[in-house]
């Protein structure tokens, strides 16, 4: 996937910046400001004056404004982005293009988000359930326990079993419950 220009971004959230009530003329005034008075200027005096005529409607104004940047370089869209982070920042946070490339780096490693925003309790939690299900396989001869239980493994070493029953304190209580059934068979066994 292509990364998305700011000249492109700003074709995308055009329709969006120019819905009634997203900025206010204030914002557009401070944006139209900063515009004008980054070195090098992106804005000329003459243009700044334009966009900022109280005479002409805050709609036609912004759009004017809108259209002047897409026509202009890659960095006077960037620096419309900067600015518009700084006077309009929630107006910011919610543009169109910013919620897709959210969204395709969400479809790119989703798993990684999903593990990192459920935190390291989580992990170890998995990581537990993991090394348990390890040992179950390990511990479980193949054709399955016989009904009065497992004889002890001499392969298993006792202290695996002390682990595999301290191992329900830090899982879930499904997970727990399967546990404790099965180190009950097998100290049945012992």
């Known amino acids: 996937m292509t990364e998305q220009t700011y000249c492109d971004r700003l074709v995308q959230d055009t329709p969006f910046l120019l819905g009634p009530g997203r900025l206010s003329e204030q914002q557009v005034d401070r944006i139209i400001l900063q515009l004008n008075r980054y070195c090098p200027q992106i804005l000329s005096n003459k243009d700044a004056e334009k966009f900022r005529n109280p005479r002409a409607s805050l709609r036609v104004r912004l759009c004017d404004l809108l259209g002047h940047l897409q026509r202009s370089s890659?960095?006077?869209?960037?620096?419309?982005?900067?600015?518009?982070?700084i006077h309009a920042q929630p107006l910011h946070g919610s543009l169109p293009?910013?919620?897709?490339?959210?969204?395709?780096?969400?479809?790119?490693?989703?798993?990684?988000?999903?593990?990192?925003?459920?935190?390291?309790?989580?992990?170890?939690?998995?990581?537990g359930l993991a090394a348990g299900l390890a040992l179950l396989v390990y511990c479980c001869p193949p054709g399955g326990c016989p009904p009065g239980g497992c004889p002890p493994d001499p392969k298993v070493p006792p202290a695996a079993r002390r682990v595999l029953g301290f191992s329900p304190l830090?899982?879930?209580?499904?997970?727990?419950?399967?546990?404790?059934?099965?180190?009950a068979a097998e100290q049945g066994g012992l």
């Open 74 to 85: 890659e960095r006077d869209c960037q620096e419309f982005y900067r600015a518009l982070y």
């Open 97 to 127: 293009s910013r919620h897709s490339r959210q969204n395709s780096d969400l479809d790119l490693d989703t798993a990684s988000h999903t593990l990192s925003d459920r935190g390291p309790m989580a992990f170890l939690a998995c990581l």
């Open 170 to 183: 830090i899982m879930d209580r499904h997970v727990s419950r399967f546990l404790l059934a099965f180190l």
